[in-house]
């Protein structure tokens, strides 16, 4: 399958410039479910997103560098060879507005900082047992 690595793990891809953040969300999604993979940039999300077909993207608004989370997320979903990934947005702005531009760019799910580290890996496991359609519309706030 095109999201899973050759021993059958789901492919995450984990994007926050913030070393924090994605510590907590490597320790939050390790447990050997998952093969995990971090960028900290929108350019390198994009590489590494075209190159690896992750399952699932937990991606950052508010990155510098010039690609922000909105353009990385629409990339993608524009992108055919990723059109089965899913995207998990994360972002500080947490106003219905933002969450609109996040669904906009057609992110799966939008989730405000600070965010539920139990409440993400539920999403993800909910998310992993859909086998098709996009559009789960979860704009949690946890």
């Given at each position: 399958?095109?999201?899973?690595?050759?021993?059958?793990?789901?492919?995450?891809?984990?994007?926050?410039?913030?070393?924090?953040?994605?510590?907590?969300?490597?320790?939050?999604?390790?447990?050997?479910?998952?093969?995990?993979?971090?960028?900290?940039?929108?350019?390198?999300?994009?590489?590494?997103?075209?190159?690896?077909?992750?399952?699932?993207?937990?991606?950052?608004?508010?990155?510098?560098?010039?690609?922000?989370?909105?353009?990385?997320?629409?990339?993608?979903?524009?992108?055919?060879?990723?059109?089965?990934?899913?995207?998990?947005?994360?972002?500080?702005?947490?106003?219905?507005?933002?969450?609109?531009?996040?669904?906009?760019?057609?992110?799966?799910?939008?989730?405000?900082?600070?965010?539920?580290?139990?409440?993400?890996?539920?999403?993800?496991?909910?998310?992993?047992?859909?086998?098709?359609?996009t559009g789960y519309?979860?704009?949690?706030?946890?």
């Amino acid at each position: 399958m095109l999201n899973q690595d050759a021993n059958g793990l789901s492919k995450i891809l984990i994007v926050d410039d913030e070393d924090n953040i994605r510590r907590l969300l490597m320790v939050t999604l390790s447990g050997g479910r998952f093969q995990l993979y971090q960028a900290n940039n929108g350019v390198q999300a994009l590489e590494m997103a075209a190159q690896l077909k992750p399952e699932f993207v937990v991606l950052d608004i508010m990155m510098p560098g010039g690609v922000n989370g909105l353009e990385v997320c629409r990339q993608i979903k524009e992108n055919s060879a990723l059109q089965s990934t899913r995207v998990i947005l994360l972002s500080a702005l947490g106003e219905k507005s933002n969450r609109d531009a996040g669904f906009a760019a057609q992110a799966d799910a939008y989730l405000v900082k600070p965010f539920s580290p139990i409440y993400l890996l539920e999403m993800i496991d909910a998310m992993h047992k859909k086998t098709l359609g996009t559009g789960y519309g979860f704009a949690g706030i946890a």
